[in-house]
């Protein structure tokens, strides 16, 4: 059974840091690249990062980019995307999820931001965890 599992969200004040997980089981994570997204409240799902351990390729929305940080550790099959300098326009759900690695840029599946961001390109995902930062 596939599995993804999102832990780390929370209440946190402006400024402040979290760190989530996405704790995946049931696929060959070198064969997946694993995409963070969010959702507002009255806002449309948004793809902020992307990580693929095969090629070693990320992506960082213009958004996000310099505050947040996305990892991975292979022997665990888990993300962990570091989010720093936290604003209150950070809140939203933030869910974790696998896409199939198949046809991929020179420079890296991840570095294709348009496939990687469009939620429909994924295969599984996880139940979501709530981030909220009070100002």
């Known amino acids: 059974e596939v599995q993804l599992v999102e832990s780390g969200g929370g209440l946190v004040q402006a400024g402040g840091s979290l760190r989530l997980s996405c704790a995946t089981s049931?696929?060959?994570?070198?064969?997946?690249?694993i995409g963070w997204f969010r959702r507002a409240p009255g806002k449309e799902r948004e793809g902020i990062s992307c990580?693929?351990?095969?090629?070693?390729?990320?992506y960082l929305a213009g958004s996000v980019k310099g505050r947040f940080t996305i990892s991975s550790d292979n022997a665990k099959n888990t993300v962990y995307l570091q989010m720093n300098s936290l604003k209150p326009e950070d809140t939203a759900v933030y869910y974790c999820?696998?896409?199939?690695?198949?046809?991929?840029?020179?420079?890296?599946?991840?570095?294709?931001?348009?496939?990687?961001?469009?939620?429909?390109?994924?295969?599984?995902w996880g139940q979501g965890t709530q981030v909220t930062v009070s100002s």
């Open positions: 049931g696929f060959t994570f070198h064969d997946y690249a």
């Open positions: 990580i693929s351990s095969s090629d070693g390729s990320t």
């Open positions: 999820a696998a896409m199939k690695r198949g046809r991929a840029p020179r420079n890296g599946l991840c570095t294709w931001v348009v496939h990687v961001t469009t939620p429909d390109r994924y295969d599984y």
